[in-house]
């Protein structure tokens, strides 16, 4: 609606903002419910160059999609707060946004106001924190056991686990991954010691190397192909002759002159090479150039020199080899240089990469992923590094849950009795939170075939005739499709993942209900800049704009549209 007068005639206030952006909320749950559980569905989606994305991981296909309202870039915002803090969890919390606006819009229906549902909701995560709190158990997080559990029960579902053979355990891989590089005793782990390489070829290929893998090849054919008990310097200078940053020029007038020059280059290039080898390193990775010259001098001393590595390499090499990047070859110390039992190059995928393996006290690893399908690499990566927060979440707090639905379903259980202690309209509120929370053990039912309705109806009954302070865990049973109780060694879950989707759910869901208008400016494509920085815009498309001055068409200045 337009208000001549108040407003700038290309503002309009939108009518039923509040009503619009509680529907959107029901959309992206449309959209987004059926990737959930071990029986979810993927997604695509094809960018504007044609490029494609096959995933069923929320966060990454919800960041994909191009969403314009505002309410629904916070949903993803929100989904995204999930992925970024736990790395697990972000379909729960995009199914349980959804259902809270979806509920919220019911519960204005029947006349009770936002401010009433947001403190409704308010209460309920408090109650819901306070479940959890009670009904989460402690474990050493020191027992392989329950770590080998927490990522199975993470991947289930997930394309790695379809896609590669059984024999290769990816769950053990990245259990040993994270074991590697975590100090228990600190209860400190950090992610990004761990690199995840991708390479097309055959899924059995997937494979755990205690060191670092370089998609990179050796320089010459002429440098040895391995090297037993390697000594590893990782320079950042370059080992030719470089441009100046500023102009300058050697002025060369007899043959004999440019004899001389290219002389005192290969003197140059000599020296540095000589103390590289007094230094007893023979495996010298570079993030600069190495040229012709350097590489003859370094394969006559059985070196092998990688050149151009990234920086992130070298990063990980001083992690895995205990090297430091070199400062300067002037003087070259023994605590720079790093170590490794062996440095290798072989043939992956018809591309040679270079392997340094069985490093002493790797405080780095890399786990290389093979697959067929490079989109299927990618969300080979995703899983993996889901798999790697879960268990960071439990190592920095060592509290799990059972899965498979059930905690939410105690959670609705036990709220919906705690809601007769509170007066007011707040009750239906938290009796609608409830409900909300117990969507999420009816998708997954769903999603594997079973009916929800009566899903419902088992599920609640379950928790109604079970004996008071026993606490059971009853949630879906994917391979039975049944209600059955979960045990301890089937499905478990970091109490953490739990608590950040409530919390993310619920700040959410307050935020896009404290918005009751929305203003927006109209689009207009034909914006354009003049040369002298001049931007603006017109509705009629420039037609009547006057771009240039009259003076001639050589006067004109440049006009540039974007």
Request: proline content about 3%; some cysteine; aromatic content about 4%.
């Amino acid at each position: 609606m337009k208000y001549p007068g108040l407003l700038e005639h290309d503002v309009a206030r939108v009518e039923e903002s509040r009503k619009l952006n509680l529907v959107v909320g029901g959309i992206v749950l449309d959209v987004i419910r059926t990737c959930l559980g071990p029986r979810g569905m993927d997604k695509i989606y094809i960018d504007v160059l044609g490029d494609d994305t096959c995933t069923k991981h929320g966060g990454a296909f919800l960041r994909k999609v191009d969403l314009k309202l505002p309410a629904a870039k916070a949903i993803i915002e929100g989904v995204n707060a999930v992925d970024t803090h736990v790395g697990d969890g972000t379909i729960s919390a995009a199914i349980l946004i959804g259902m809270l606006l979806k509920k919220s819009e019911e519960l204005m229906k029947i006349g009770i106001t936002p401010p009433t549902i947001i403190r409704g909701y308010e209460k309920s995560l408090e109650f819901a924190l306070d479940i959890l709190d009670e009904i989460k158990r402690k474990e050493d997080i020191t027992n392989k056991e329950i770590m080998h559990r927490l990522a199975t029960s993470c991947l289930a579902g997930k394309a790695i686990t379809s896609l590669v053979p059984e024999e290769i355990d990816i769950a053990s891989i990245i259990v040993d991954a994270v074991c590697s590089i975590t100090n228990f005793q600190k209860k400190e782990i950090d992610v990004d010691d761990i690199k995840v390489e991708e390479k097309a070829g055959n899924a059995n290929g997937i494979q755990l190397i205690s060191g670092t893998v370089i998609d990179k090849t050796i320089d010459s054919s002429a440098m040895p192909r391995s090297i037993e008990n390697a000594r590893i310097l990782l320079l950042n200078e370059p080992l030719e002759m470089m441009r100046t940053k500023t102009d300058e020029q050697i002025q060369i007038n007899l043959p004999e002159q440019m004899a001389l020059f290219l002389d005192q280059e290969k003197f140059d290039i000599r020296a540095k090479i000589k103390k590289i080898i007094n230094s007893g390193a023979n495996v010298v990775i570079s993030r600069k150039g190495i040229n012709d010259i350097a590489r003859e001098y370094l394969a006559k001393a059985g070196i092998i020199s990688i050149r151009r590595a990234k920086m992130n390499d070298l990063l990980w090499l001083e992690k895995s080899t205990g090297a430091k990047i070199c400062k300067s070859l002037d003087d070259i110390s023994e605590e720079e240089l790093g170590s490794a039992k062996k440095v290798y190059e072989k043939n992956i995928g018809g591309d040679k990469m270079l392997f340094v393996e069985e490093c002493r006290n790797a405080k780095s690893i890399t786990i290389l992923l093979r697959c067929n399908s490079k989109r299927y690499l990618d969300e080979f990566h995703r899983d993996v590094l889901n798999a790697v927060y879960v268990l960071r979440n439990f190592i920095e707090n060592p509290f799990v849950v059972r899965g498979a639905g059930s905690t939410e379903a105690i959670i609705a259980n036990r709220i919906r009795k705690q809601s007769t202690t509170v007066e007011g309209r707040e009750q239906i509120v938290i009796e609608k939170f409830a409900d909300a929370v117990e969507e999420i053990p009816i998708t997954l039912a769903k999603n594997v075939g079973m009916d929800p309705l009566d899903t419902l109806t088992q599920l609640r009954s379950k928790y109604a005739n079970s004996p008071k302070n026993v606490l059971k865990w009853y949630g879906i049973d994917s391979e039975k499709r049944k209600v059955s109780e979960i045990s301890p060694d089937q499905i478990i879950e970091p109490v953490v993942v739990k608590e950040q989707v409530i919390k993310t759910g619920i700040e959410v869901t307050n935020m896009i209900l404290n918005v009751n208008d929305i203003f927006m400016r109209d689009e207009i494509d034909n914006t354009h800049c003049h040369i002298d920085g001049t931007v603006h815009a017109h509705h009629d498309g420039g037609t009547a704009h006057n771009h240039f001055e009259q003076e001639g068409l050589e006067q004109r200045q440049m006009h540039h549209y974007y």
